[in-house]
C-alpha cells in the first residue's frame, strides 16, 4: 500500500529523549521524553536515531516506561481512527470488536467502554479474563462459536481480520450500520457475496 523504496529502515512507533532539536521547534527541548507514531514517508524507529515531525510527537506520559509508550502510537491512532474519526461510535451502542487481546483490539475495547459503548469481542477463551479487564461485556470464543451468532444488531464493527471474518462481520452489524476494516481491502469473493461490482 506504501511505495517505499529500498534499502529500508523499518519502524513507526517509538519513544525516547529528544537528542536535538530543529529550527522553529518550540514545544520540545533536548532531554524532553517523548513517544510518536512516524509519519509513513519519514519511518525508521528501529533505527538508533529517527528524525520527528514536531507535531507527531506528544511528550510521554511519566506514568508510563519507554517501552510501554512505544507500544501505543500506531494501536492507538488506529483505534481512535475506526472508531470515532470514521465510525463515530457514540454512548450506548454497541460495537463488537475482532481480535480484542491484540495490539489494536485492545486499545479499541478501552476507548470504546470510555465512550460508554457496549463492546463485544472475539479472543480465544484463554484471553476471555483479560478482555474482561479491559472493559468487554462480551467476550465470544471464536474457536468454537460463530460471533455472528452471538453478536447480534451491532452499530459498529471493527474488523482486523479480513476473509471470512469481514464477510461474516455483516451478519452482526444491524441494518445502516458500520463495519471499518483494517484487514485488507474487499477482495472479489466479498463484492461476490454482497452482489456489488468487482473492486477495482
Known amino acids: 500500500l506504501l511505495p517505499f523504496s529500498f534499502p529500508l529502515t523499518l519502524g513507526t512507533d517509538l519513544a525516547a529523549d529528544v537528542q536535538a532539536i530543529g529550527p522553529g521547534v518550540t514545544r520540545f527541548e533536548p532531554g524532553d521524553a517523548v513517544y510518536s507514531r512516524l509519519d509513513n514517508d519519514r519511518i525508521g524507529a528501529f533505527a538508533e536515531y529517527a528524525l520527528v515531525r514536531e ?8 506514568s508510563l ?11 492507538g491512532l488506529t483505534a481512535w481512527q475506526t472508531l470515532i474519526d470514521l465510525a463515530r461510535l457514540q454512548s450506548g451502542q454497541k ?13 479499541a475495547i478501552q476507548l470504546a467502554k470510555h465512550l460508554g ?3 463485544a469481542t472475539t479472543a480465544s477463551a484463554m484471553n476471555h479474563p483479560l ?14 462459536t460463530r460471533f455472528e451468532e452471538v453478536a447480534r444488531n451491532q452499530d459498529v464493527v471493527l474488523d482486523t481480520q479480513a476473509g471470512d471474518t469481514l464477510l461474516r462481520s455483516f451478519e452482526a452489524v444491524k441494518p445502516g450500520g458500520i463495519v ?21
Do not use: E
Open 95 to 107: 460495537v463488537l470488536i475482532h481480535a480484542g487481546s491484540g495490539g489494536v483490539g485492545t486499545f
Open 131 to 144: 478482555m474482561k479487564s479491559l472493559g468487554a461485556d462480551v467476550a465470544i470464543d471464536y474457536k468454537t
Open 55 to 62: 507535531s507527531a510527537a506528544a511528550r510521554k506520559p511519566a
Open 65 to 75: 516506561d519507554y517501552v510501554q509508550a512505544a507500544a501505543l502510537p500506531l494501536v
Open 180 to 200: 471499518v476494516t483494517i484487514g485488507g481491502r474487499p477482495d472479489g469473493k466479498f463484492a461476490r457475496a454482497w452482489g456489488l461490482p468487482l473492486p477495482l
Open 117 to 119: 459503548a457496549q463492546v
